[in-house]
């Protein structure tokens, strides 16, 4: 069910690659809520990728620009600048690779080339749009960027490794640069923690099925869908949220909250009981 919530406003949408991908859903909910956007990702991205039917979908076009390099994203914000006669209001980042993941190298034999390309991809590419958006001040005031976020950023998760450490950099960023937009330009700055999602991205990260089963006995409410971050994202892009900023908002179905869930500890009973201890 739409409500107009983003009737008129114009954005770019970072990182979408096929349906599995978050952004995807939220460009999708975005144009249902009556959003124009552009959609941008790595050439080498889009070129494995699904895009071009989402932009034709929502009736847009692809900006391609590696979000790392700084020139690229100049080109990009005033290609979309020009599209749309001014400036924007909303943006999302849903950037995020590991080399490290992908190779397999545990966190205490990490390769630290692959460890910084890790930050830039996933975090440092979150402050150079904020940068480039500022000195080309194409976000009009107002305005809402939103980045996608983990809870492994407050705590340590097996075998989520050096994301953990780029997440932490993604929401520090996002506190430091919201307030420096927030107090300039009233555009507001958040991230969302939002629960283990088997996007491409995500199905890299080494038991993710496992953890998605776990953290899904955890939640009261489950886990958070794609679907169900896209709304939520709909609605930081929307006027109903203008004092919020500066945020990591949980987006997880009550996981970042609880220490125990009956559903897990009945799981945990039945190991016992599989695994008994020597002896018995």
Request: aromatic share 10%; net charge neutral.
């Amino acid at each position: 069910m739409a409500y107009n919530l983003l009737s008129g406003k114009k954005g770019i949408i970072f990182g979408a690659l096929n349906e599995l991908s978050i952004a995807w859903k939220v460009a999708e909910r975005a144009y249902e809520e009556g959003a124009d956007f552009v959609l941008t990702n790595t050439p080498v991205a889009l070129r494995f990728g699904t895009l071009n039917e989402l932009a034709k979908k929502c009736n847009t076009e692809i900006i391609p620009a590696d979000a790392t390099d700084v020139a690229e994203l100049e080109i990009l914000i005033k290609k979309t600048m020009k599209k749309y006669g001014g400036k924007i209001d909303f943006i999302l980042h849903s950037i995020g690779m590991s080399p490290n993941v992908r190779k397999g190298f545990a966190y205490d034999r990490l390769n630290y080339d692959y460890y910084q390309k890790t930050l830039d991809i996933s975090a440092l590419s979150f402050h150079k749009v904020l940068h480039v958006c500022r000195k080309l001040d194409a976000i009009n005031d107002w305005g809402s960027v939103v980045a996608l976020s983990y809870v492994a950023a407050q705590r340590t998760l097996y075998g989520y490794n050096d994301m953990a450490d780029a997440k932490s950099l993604l929401e520090s960023i996002a506190r430091s640069f919201g307030y420096i937009y927030g107090r300039d330009k009233k555009i507001r700055v958040n991230t969302i923690s939002q629960s283990p999602t088997m996007t491409t991205a995500g199905s890299g990260v080494k038991g993710i099925d496992r953890l998605i089963d776990f953290s899904d006995r955890m939640s009261p409410l489950g886990n958070a869908t794609a679907d169900d971050c896209a709304d939520f994202c709909v609605t930081l892009f929307s006027d109903l949220t203008r004092k919020v900023t500066m945020q990591n908002l949980f987006h997880d179905g009550g996981f970042s909250s609880m220490g125990m869930s009956l559903k897990a500890m009945t799981q945990y009973d039945k190991s016992f009981r599989d695994y008994p201890e020597d002896g018995d």
